[in-house]
């Protein structure tokens, strides 16, 4: 594994022959082992309700943003509208509320999911493994969970209250996901968050470690960088876009046949040069409030972050074309999808 040091090195060299380098052999990887090929992904936040605090999110429970989850049929009528938008893979979000959105109820939101995607992934609290479980076997088969920083004083002096708090069982939840049969997990860090360096060796030990322990998972990993809230900057160190990319290369380099996903937090720009060069996941017409495809209107919601590429699915796609990759809507399928 790459030292520390390495890592440093990497990161304040800022040589353009070694960046080209760099690039270079981040792109070739790739397109060894993905092809031209980039899948679509896109959220659903269906609850807001957190009983966390955690300093650096604008759904934390100190916050007054307009709470509420969605109905069952709230729910249907959003990955309705997505689903015709040929999306075929869906993330549900919730806060980190196990009263507002208990197991029973992501589970209802899988069971709906499963009329419209093949791909159902869940970014919510971390659960115990027979909740993985009962969720898994709903129809749920991917997981994203950050551990947001690897430095537990850093994540102590962030994560004020709630389930968060607890490191540990955080840490170990996508252990307990793979356990309960996911097929596919997606683990990250929120860069800016803590010390960059530390932060990525130790997302690096643990991406290794969930390799050893359980190689029948599909791993991917996703780089969130820190936004202010409400101008209010938490980020102990800056992630400019050049240190972005070179985090990119670096980890294309180290893990060859791992995802790694991009969200709308990014640019079009910064998306668009990424493709091909590390990025193999991207989500598309994304909307990161509750309810805000169809349920609400743009005054009425609270996202969680904003969108900074706002183009349609089709605008996607065009962009994905012209680049001549092909963009892929389907590339798992359970024989519980059989209708799709
Ligand atoms: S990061 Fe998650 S747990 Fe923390 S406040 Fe935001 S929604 Fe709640």
Redesign the pocket.
């Given at each position: 594994m790459i030292s520390l040091n390495e890592i440093k090195d990497i990161l304040s060299n800022d040589d353009p022959a070694f960046l080209e380098m760099l690039a270079q052999n981040a792109r070739s990887l790739t397109e060894q082992y993905f092809g031209r090929t980039v899948t679509l992904y896109a959220p659903i936040y269906i609850s807001n309700y957190?009983s966390?605090?955690?300093t650096y999110?604008g759904?934390?429970?100190h916050h007054k943003i307009k709470r509420f989850k969605l109905s069952l049929d709230q729910i249907k009528q959003e990955m309705q509208f997505i689903a015709s938008k040929k999306i075929r893979n869906i993330l549900i979000l919730t806060?980190?509320s196990y009263e507002a959105a208990p197991v029973s109820y992501i589970k209802e939101a899988v069971l709906i999911a499963q009329k419209y995607f093949s791909g159902i992934s869940l970014e919510i609290h971390p659960l115990n493994e027979a909740e993985y479980l009962e969720l898994f076997l709903a129809g749920a088969d991917g997981l994203t969970i950050y551990q947001e920083t690897f430095d537990r004083i850093r994540y102590q002096q962030v994560h004020l209250a709630?389930r968060?708090k607890d490191y540990d069982f955080r840490f170990h939840a996508p252990e307990r996901a793979a356990q309960a049969g996911f097929r596919q997990i997606s683990i990250g860090a929120l860069l800016g968050l803590s010390e960059l360096a530390p932060d990525l060796l130790a997302l690096y030990e643990y991406l290794q470690h969930m390799e050893k322990n359980f190689p029948g998972v599909e791993y991917s990993v996703s780089f969130p960088r820190l936004r202010p809230i409400k101008g209010e900057n938490f980020s102990v160190c800056d992630i400019n876009d050049l240190t972005f990319v070179k985090i990119i290369c670096l980890t294309r380099t180290l893990f060859p046949r791992v995802g790694i996903n991009l969200s709308t937090r990014e640019t079009a720009f910064l998306r668009d040069h990424l493709v091909g060069t590390g990025i193999t996941r991207i989500s598309a017409g994304s909307n990161t409030a509750v309810g805000g495809y169809t349920v609400c209107t743009e005054e009425e919601a609270s996202p969680q972050f904003d969108v900074n590429d706002d183009r349609s699915v089709d605008e996607i796609i065009n962009m994905l074309k012209s680049k001549n990759f092909d963009p892929v809507f389907t590339d798992w399928r359970s024989i519980k999808n059989e209708s799709i």
């Open positions: 957190c966390s605090h955690c999110c759904f934390h429970n806060g980190e709630g968060k």
